[in-house]
């Protein structure tokens, strides 16, 4: 292996978010976090494409920036054999997307779901003629046909509610951390759908 091949692998790795570093001195080379580093992950060309098709669908999703970090490194470990069948199969998919979801809602969602935080946010109504400020209780995503919706107890409805991501105009995570609810309240609400979890 030439050692330019090798420098052009590492920069591909960097550019995928890998964090890869030099060691100095007489045996030095390169080296990644531990914590950042997998078995060797052995896809078959079918799950290849379909952990990339997947995260091809999550690009509007609030997961967009870490499914796109996630695509580049499923990439740079992918068999070259691979490549061009998989490029060749993913530029035959299609995706509509009928609304975009706002930027304040994809990245502070996440952040407030995973710290059980209560999000102040403005909504506005179907017809767009109306805009309410609500505060939520930040519970959960949810994919409802050709929309994200983040699922939270709404403080002024006093329930669960649903907030398709494209209607919030303003989103921002306050200081308080909510009592953690009976996860039977959410699961009661989601009863009314067929609903499967994601994990």
């Known amino acids: 292996m030439s050692k330019r091949t090798i420098e052009r692998d590492i920069q591909s790795l960097q550019l995928a978010g890998v964090p890869i570093y030099a060691d100095h001195g007489v045996s030095g080379g390169y080296s990644i976090l531990r914590e950042h580093s997998l078995p060797p992950l052995n896809l078959t060309l079918p799950e290849s494409l379909a952990v990339l ?29 691979q490549l061009a069948p998989v490029d060749e199969a993913l530029a ?17 969602i996440p952040e407030a ?58 989103l921002e995570i306050i200081g308080e951390v909510f009592p953690e609810r009976d996860p039977a309240v959410l699961d009661a609400d989601l009863s009314r759908w067929r609903t499967r979890r994601l994990g």
């Not at 035959?92 to 809602?105: G, K, L, W």
């Open 53 to 81: 098709a997947g995260l091809g669908l999550l690009e509007t999703s609030p997961y967009g920036a870490a499914a796109r970090r996630a695509r580049a490194k499923v990439l740079a470990i992918s068999r070259e054999d």
């Open 92 to 108: 035959s998919m299609f995706v509509i997307d009928s609304h975009s979801p706002s930027e304040a809602a994809v990245s502070l």
């Open 113 to 170: 779901i995973a710290a059980r935080r209560v999000v102040r946010l403005n909504y506005v109504s179907e017809d767009g003629e109306t805009l309410t400020s609500r505060e939520v209780e930040a519970m959960g995503l949810l994919r409802g046909g050709d929309a994200w919706l983040f699922v939270g107890w709404c403080r002024l409805r006093e329930g669960i509610r649903g907030f398709q991501l494209h209607r919030i105009r303003h």
